[in-house]
C-alpha cells in the first residue's frame, strides 16, 4: 500500500508535468492550427532562463521564475510572428515540420548554454521530503502539484470569463467569423503561443527541480506529453489533463511495479509506457478521448 | 511532335517514365558525371556522396507514403532500423557474439527489405484508421517503442554503447568492401560502395517512378487530395494505405541496411526521432511528391555538413573562440534552412527548379 501511494505520489507529480505541456501543445493548436514541435525548445530555454537568473545572477527565486517563464514566452511570440504567421494558410503538416526546425536550432543554442554540468534551478524545495501515512514524499512534488493546480484553474477562468478568453475561444471555433467581429486574430494566435511558451518554461523549470537538475536529456519530457495531448483528444483542453493524468500514473505504476511483475519488458520500460497507451487509445478512439471527430460529408 | 515537346496526344506519353526528349538529356548527363566523379573525388567525399545514394534511396521511400499517399510517417527511422539488423543479422558472423547467420547480399539485401514492408504493412491498419496529426504522433511513438526494444534486445544489437557490424557487402563472392579489380580498373573500397549505391538508386529511382505513374500511384495521389473522394470513386483506402507503407518500408529497409556499411559500425541509438526529422526534411526539402527532389533533398541534407564545413573557415564569427564548433553551427542552420525553406519555397529544391525552367523556356520574354 506504501508502495502504491508513493507511485501515486509520483504519478501526479509527473502528470502536473505533462499537464502544463499538453496545455501548451493544445492552446497553441486550438487556436492557430500548428501542431508546435518547438515546446521541448521552449521547456529548455523556460528552465535555462531561471536558472540563470536565480543561480547565476543571484535574483530572489519567486521572482527569477516569473522572469524565466516570461523569457520562454516572448521567445514563443516571436517564433510565431516571425516564422509561423507567414504559413498561415499552409498545410498543417509543413508547418509541424517548420516548427521542428525551429526547435533544432533553439535547442543546439540552449544546449551549448547548459553545456555537460548539471544546471540547478535554486527552487526554495531542494530535495526535502516528509511523510504522509507511510510513504515518503518530496516537497517538490507538492509544489508541482498545486501549481499546476492553480494554473489550469486560472485558465479555465480566462477561456471562461474574460472577453479575451472569449475571443481566443471564438478564434479556434471558426478564425473568418471571428475577424468579421472585430477580433484581431493575429493578435490572439500570439497570445497563443505566449501562452504555450509560458506553460513550457514553466514546466521546464519544475523539471529542473528534480535530481537530474537541468540537463541537455530535459526536452524529452515534452515529447512524452504528446502522448497526453493525443490520448486527451488534440482540440480538448480539458482532455488534455485528464489525458496527462492517465499517461503521467501509468509511468509511474509501470516504473514501480514493472521491474517486479513484467520483467522481460527490459528495463526502462516506463520510459515508453506514454506511446504504448497512446496507440491503444488511438485504437479504439481514433481522436482521442475527447478531441472532435472529423466530420465527413460524401 | 517535334518542336512542341509538352504537348502530349496520348496518355501513354502523358504517364511515360520520362516526358520529353530533354529529359533524357539530363539523365544521361548526370549519370555520365555520377559515373565520372568517383575517380576525381577524394575518399571522404566518396563516402559522403555514397551515403547520398543510400540516403535518397530512403527518401524516395518516404517520399511514396508521405508526398504522394498524403500519410505523413515520422516513423521511416523505425523502418530503416528494421532494414539494418535485418542486414546485419542476416549476413553477420555465424561465430560472433551477436546473431549472424553468414548469408550472401542475394538473400540480405531483399530480405532486408521485404522484413521492413511486412513490418511497415503491420502497422498499416493502425494508420488506416487515423488521419492527418494524429497518423504524424503514432508514428512518433512507433520510433520510441523501436528504439526500446532495439536497445534491450542485445543478442541483436549488441545494446548502447557497443553496437554492431553492420550488414557485409558480399554479393556472390563479389567483395564490397575490399580493395580490387572491377572489369579490369583497380577501384578502392569506397569506389565500389559508390557504385553500388550509384546502381540501387538508379533501380529503386525508377521503380518508384513506375509506382507513382501507374494505377497504384494515381490511387496514392487521389487518396492524398481528399481520401473521401477516392474511396466514392472506388479507391479501396484500406488496401491502398497498406500497400503505400509497405512499399515505403520496403525503400526504408533496403537504405536502413546500407546505410552504415561506410561508417561500419551501427548502434541502436541512431535510430531516434531525430532520424526521421532528417528524412522529414530531404523530403520536405526536395520537393513533396517528385522522385528528383527526394533525390535532390537527399544530397542536400547529407552534403550540408561538408558544405558548412568548407564555408565556416571564412565566417567571420566562427574563427577562433566563436564559441559554437562546427557540429554545432551546421545543426543550427539545418534548422533554419528548413524554417527559410518551408516559408519561402513550398515546392522545395524541385519547385526552384521548375521555376528557373520556366523562366529559360520563354526566355527572352519570360514575366
Redesign the interface.
Known amino acids: 500500500m506504501t508502495r502504491f501511494l508513493q507511485a501515486t505520489v509520483e504519478g501526479l507529480s509527473l502528470a502536473s508535468i505533462y499537464a502544463l505541456l499538453a496545455l501548451g501543445f493544445v492552446i497553441i493548436y486550438k487556436s492557430s492550427q500548428v ?1 508546435s514541435f518547438a515546446q521541448p525548445a521552449f521547456l529548455m530555454v523556460g528552465g535555462y532562463a531561471t536558472s540563470y537568473i536565480a543561480v547565476t545572477m543571484g535574483v530572489n527565486f519567486w521572482l527569477s521564475v516569473v522572469l524565466g517563464v516570461s523569457v520562454a514566452a516572448l521567445l514563443a511570440a516571436t517564433f510565431e510572428r516571425v ?1 509561423v504567421r ?2 498561415v494558410g ?1 498545410p ?7 516548427t ?7 535547442r ?2 540552449v ?2 548554454l547548459i553545456g555537460v554540468n548539471i544546471r540547478s534551478v535554486g527552487d526554495p524545495w531542494g530535495f526535502n521530503t516528509f511523510k504522509l501515512f507511510d510513504a515518503v514524499v518530496q516537497t517538490r512534488a507538492v509544489a508541482m502539484i498545486v501549481a499546476t493546480i492553480v494554473v489550469v484553474a486560472l485558465l479555465a477562468a480566462f477561456f471562461r470569463y474574460s472577453r479575451t478568453g472569449l475571443a481566443m475561444r471564438a478564434t479556434a471555433l471558426d478564425q473568418e467569423t471571428s475577424l468579421v467581429q472585430g477580433i484581431s486574430v493575429g493578435r490572439i494566435f500570439a497570445l497563443a503561443w505566449l501562452l504555450g511558451g509560458a506553460l513550457a518554461g514553466l514546466a521546464g523549470m519544475f523539471s529542473a527541480t528534480g535530481l537530474g537538475g537541468l540537463s541537455q536529456s530535459n526536452y524529452l519530457l515534452a ?1 512524452k506529453a ?2 497526453a ?2 490520448v486527451g483528444g ?1 482540440d480538448s483542453v480539458s482532455g488534455a489533463v485528464v489525458g496527462a493524468l492517465i499517461i503521467g500514473l501509468a509511468e509511474a505504476y509501470t516504473a514501480s511495479y514493472q521491474g517486479e511483475f513484467l520483467p522481460f519488458l ?4 516506463s ?2 509506457v506514454p ?2 497507451v ?2 491503444a487509445v ?2 479504439v478512439r ?3 478521448l475527447f478531441g472532435t471527430k ?1 466530420v ?3 | 511532335m517535334r518542336g512542341r515537346p509538352q504537348l502530349f496526344t496520348s496518355y501513354q506519353s502523358d504517364g511515360a517514365m520520362l516526358r520529353t526528349r530533354v529529359q533524357w538529356l539530363w539523365l544521361a548527363l548526370g549519370l555520365a558525371l555520377l559515373v565520372w566523379l568517383p575517380f576525381v573525388l577524394e575518399r571522404s567525399d566518396l563516402i559522403l556522396v555514397a551515403t547520398t545514394f543510400v540516403a535518397a534511396v530512403g527518401a524516395i521511400g518516404l517520399n511514396l507514403v508521405t508526398g504522394y499517399a498524403g500519410q505523413v510517417s515520422l516513423g521511416h527511422a523505425f523502418f530503416l532500423a528494421v532494414g539494418a539488423y535485418t542486414g546485419a543479422a542476416l549476413s553477420g558472423d555465424p561465430e560472433g557474439s551477436v546473431i549472424g547467420l553468414g548469408l550472401d547480399m542475394v538473400l540480405w539485401l531483399p530480405a532486408a527489405g521485404l522484413v521492413a514492408a511486412l513490418v511497415g504493412a503491420l502497422v498499416a491498419p493502425i494508420a488506416v484508421r487515423l488521419r492527418g496529426l494524429y497518423l504524424a504522433l503514432v508514428t512518433i511513438g512507433l520510433v520510441f517503442l523501436g528504439e526500446h526494444v532495439f536497445r534491450n534486445w542485445r543478442e541483436l544489437t549488441g545494446g548502447i554503447g557497443v553496437g554492431r557490424e553492420p550488414a557485409r557487402l558480399n554479393l556472390a563472392g563479389f567483395h564490397f568492401d575490399t580493395e580490387g579489380e572491377v572489369f579490369g580498373i583497380s577501384m578502392i573500397r569506397e569506389q565500389k560502395i559508390y557504385f553500388l549505391g550509384l546502381v540501387l538508386l538508379v533501380v529503386m529511382g525508377f521503380m518508384a517512378k513506375n509506382i507513382a505513374r501507374s494505377r497504384i500511384g494515381r490511387a496514392f495521389s487521389a487518396i492524398r487530395d481528399r481520401d473521401i473522394a477516392a474511396s466514392v470513386m472506388g479507391v479501396d483506402l484500406t488496401r491502398y494505405k497498406v500497400v503505400a507503407f509497405a512499399v515505403s518500408s520496403f525503400y526504408a529497409g533496403v537504405a536502413g541496411s546500407l546505410l552504415f556499411t561506410v561508417t561500419g559500425f551501427v548502434d541502436p541509438t541512431s535510430f531516434s526521432l531525430v532520424l526521421s526529422v532528417l528524412y522529414i526534411a530531404m523530403v520536405v526539402i526536395g520537393g513533396i511528391a517528385t522522385i528528383s527532389g527526394a533525390i535532390m533533398g537527399a544530397a542536400f541534407v547529407t552534403l550540408l555538413p561538408r558544405f558548412i564545413e568548407l564555408g565556416s573557415g571564412s565566417i567571420w564569427f566562427l574563427g577562433e573562440g566563436g564559441g559554437l564548433t562546427t557540429g554545432q553551427l551546421e545543426r543550427i542552420l539545418f534548422g533554419v534552412l528548413v524554417v527559410v525553406f518551408l516559408i519561402a519555397e513550398p515546392l522545395g529544391l524541385y519547385g526552384i527548379w521548375f521555376r528557373i525552367r520556366n523562366y529559360w523556356k520563354a526566355w527572352p520574354f519570360s514575366y
Do not use: H
Open positions: 501542431l516564422a507567414p504559413m499552409k498543417v503538416f509543413s508547418v509541424a515540420i517548420l521542428i526546425g525551429l526547435d533544432i536550432s533553439t543546439v543554442a544546449d551549448d515529447l504528446l502522448p495531448v493525443v488534440l527490459g528495463s526502462n520500460f520510459q515508453v506511446y504504448v497512446m496507440v488511438l485504437l481514433p481522436y482521442g472529423e465527413v460529408r460524401v
